[in-house]
């Protein structure tokens, strides 16, 4: 999820439902012989689909006995993770030898914010420059300790499991996942980024980037600021030790580029205080268990190299040499853009910038380091349907809309395709197709599709059609001409309501996993992000945060759907990362908690606890995952 906008992730999406048929379970004979013999051979069989009720027993018999309490609760305790994490292969050069692919004559140092310095006189990359950098953002908040807090053991007392769910009998129409596997090999696991968790933005010679604009006085719109967010930058080790004791085997994060890279640009220095400062969170993962996996950038360029800028692609390529040749080696996964195919507004020629500065660190970490890991891209992707399924026009609306925010990146990528026809042929969109040279440079390079896929709704056409629409640039749909809704055309909304944009849908798991796996026919594909934010869950009590039902049925039928994309579908889901890991600053808010963490904002400790969810997720895996 990313801190932008709630406008900017508007979804669409409908009622048409190939796998509508999954929601309903024809009557059929319990045959356990099929089941088995099915449930031991990988998918594309559906006769799991269709299993009922095994037996229903007789009208009960109505008795009395003598009284006694039963004991219902017996106290179960997280499983730890294994620790240390034994890497059995090095994914590139250790830094000694790679350090030589580094640009050479670059400025190693650090930077203290002194807002009293104003002149350049030490310099174009001297403290002065810095300080001018920060001039115009500064907050309402000041972070309360600036140093790193040494790891505590979690006490058992924390680690207690909520009490168990209800689970439907065995044998129950829904029960055709149970005998599904999840390979040893899947990846999961929980999910935050830099900026909104970190805190210290201007701590530790950390330069500016993009976003932190969100929340700087004077700050009229009311926005919350980052700039003590969770703290950490200083409690991250605390917060692997958790993620650790609960049992959690991966961790996904993000670096924060104008840490490394202050000013951002090609050949400015580098920020020595952030290299240590990751390498020892990377450390601290695999002393811990956990394996890291890193997005180079989740939406935190620097201010002075935006996705529009076109010196954003070499930029970014030089930012992530100093972060690859240090951690490649430790690392398997890499993710270099967060969600970077939404928020164009009318700047659509950022697309090729996006993508050309991608495929640089594609082909530089594979070609000229030699990383032998998985790198790709991260999109946000909320599934649109045709609000009427019978309307060829409302089916134009859902595939446009699959255009505007998966077709203009991930058909170059995946596909080696232009930019989709209906953007392109958008009267005055400013995107122009992308060169024969272009397009064979941007093809392949990711080695499987990741997404964010927090929830699906319906796409109809506006008022006078598409295409009147697509030729007038005052329309206010213009460009993407598509109206989106999460109302189905019945009057019912199409899940439970949360408190920002999503809704609680499983029914469309399915086919959101099949979009992007028939159509950008990835080798697999990753469930970076997913996540639920029930309704006003921060006026809650503690206590009652923490006991977060919806968040834990969101997550498991959504994962029960995925088992079925997987064995039913044939779809080769690879991981699943719920998000996030805490509650953060999310939407600009700290009061949209997407966390499976509570974290308390106002006891000067920043002191997290577990929510009912993160047992529940983590049990999931315990029970789905091939051991
Ligand atoms: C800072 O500003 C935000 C947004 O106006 C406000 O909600 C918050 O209470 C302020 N915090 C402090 C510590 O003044
Ligand atoms: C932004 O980048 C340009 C071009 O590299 C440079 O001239 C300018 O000084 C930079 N501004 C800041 C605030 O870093
Ligand atoms: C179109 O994009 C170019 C960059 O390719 C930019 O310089 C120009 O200002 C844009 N034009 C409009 C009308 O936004
Ligand atoms: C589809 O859109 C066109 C253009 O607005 C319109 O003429 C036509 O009636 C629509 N079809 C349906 C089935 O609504
Ligand atoms: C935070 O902790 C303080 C001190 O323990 C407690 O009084 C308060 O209720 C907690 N609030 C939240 C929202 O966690």
Redesign the pocket.
């Known amino acids: 999820m990313s801190t932008y906008l709630l406008s900017i992730l508007a979804v669409y999406s409908s009622t048409v439902s190939a796998w509508g048929s999954s929601q309903h379970h024809p009557p059929h004979s319990w045959d356990s012989t099929q089941l088995s013999s099915s449930c031991s051979t990988l998918p594309t069989t559906t006769a799991l689909m269709s299993t009922t009720p095994a037996t229903c027993s007789a009208m009960p018999t109505f008795t009395y006995t003598s009284w006694k309490y039963t004991a219902l609760t017996t106290t179960r305790y997280a499983t730890p993770l294994p620790s240390p994490f034994k890497l059995t292969t090095s994914y590139a050069p250790h830094f000694s030898q790679a350090s030589t692919l580094l640009p050479s004559g670059v400025i190693y140092t650090t930077y203290s914010l002194d807002r009293s310095l104003t002149s350049l006189q030490d310099g174009t990359y001297g403290q002065g420059a810095y300080a001018r950098m920060w001039a115009p953002l500064s907050y309402n908040t000041s972070v309360p300790f600036t140093t790193t807090v040494s790891p505590t053991p979690l006490a058992s007392s924390e680690l207690i499991y909520p009490p168990p769910l209800y689970t439907a009998c065995p044998g129950s129409a829904d029960d055709c996942v149970d005998c599904y596997k999840l390979p040893s090999n899947f990846i999961w696991g929980l999910a935050g980024s830099a900026f909104q968790i970190e805190g210290g933005l201007t701590e530790a010679g950390r330069g500016p980037s993009q976003i932190d604009m969100f929340g700087a006085l004077p700050n009229t719109a009311g926005y919350a600021n980052a700039e003590v967010a969770d703290m950490n930058y200083y409690l991250y080790k605390q917060d692997i030790a958790r993620l650790a004791a609960i049992g959690a085997p991966f961790y996904s994060f993000s670096i924060s580029w104008t840490r490394i890279v202050p000013f951002g640009t090609v050949n400015s220095p580098i920020n020595i205080e952030a290299l240590k400062h990751y390498d020892d969170l990377i450390n601290t993962c695999l002393e811990y268990g956990i394996q890291p996996i890193v997005t180079l950038s989740h939406n935190d360029a620097p201010r002075n190299v935006t996705y529009v800028d076109p010196s954003f692609p070499d930029a970014f390529l030089y930012y992530s040499k100093f972060v690859m040749t240090r951690y490649a080696d430790r690392v398997s996964n890499w993710v270099t853009l967060n969600e970077p195919n939404i928020g164009f507004g009318l700047e659509y020629f950022a697309a090729r910038y996006i993508l050309l500065g991608h495929a640089k660190v594609y082909h530089w970490y594979k070609e000229t380091l030699k990383g032998t890991g998985q790198i790709t891209m991260k999109f946000a992707n909320n599934l649109a349907l045709p609000l009427d399924s019978t ?3 409302d089916t134009v609306a859902a595939l446009r809309y699959q255009d505007y925010i998966l077709g203009l990146i991930g058909y170059p990528i995946f596909l080696g395709q232009n930019f989709p026809q209906s953007i392109l042929s958008t009267t005055s969109i400013n995107l122009t197709a992308l060169t024969e040279s272009e397009l064979s440079y941007i093809k392949d390079t990711a080695d499987y599709f990741a997404f964010d896929p927090y929830t699906a709704g319906f796409a109809t ?1 506006p008022p ?5 629409c697509a030729a007038d640039p005052t329309n206010p749909l213009w460009p993407t001409c598509v109206l989106g809704t999460n109302v189905q055309q019945d009057g019912w909304l199409n899940g439970q309501g949360s408190f920002a944009y999503a809704y609680i849908a499983p029914q469309y798991v399915r086919q959101q996993l099949g979009f992007v796996w028939n159509v950008l026919r990835p080798k697999g594909v990753l469930i970076a992000e997913f996540g639920f934010n029930p309704y006003d869950e921060f006026t809650r009590t503690v206590v009652a945060q923490r006991y977060d039902l919806e968040r834990t049925l969101y997550y498991q039928w959504f994962l029960r759907e995925t088992l079925k994309s997987i064995y039913e579908d044939g779809v080769n889901v690879i991981g699943t990362l719920a998000w996030s890991f805490l509650d953060n600053d999310e939407f600009v808010s700290y009061d949209q908690q997407y966390g499976l963490q509570h974290v308390n904002r106002t006891d000067g400790k920043f002191t997290r606890s577990f929510k009912r969810s993160i047992f529940d997720f983590v049990d999931f895996f315990h029970e789905f995952v091939e051991r």
Do not use: K, L, V, W
Request: aromatic content about 0%.
């Open positions: 309307n060829p026009n056409s006078g059609g598409i295409e009147a």
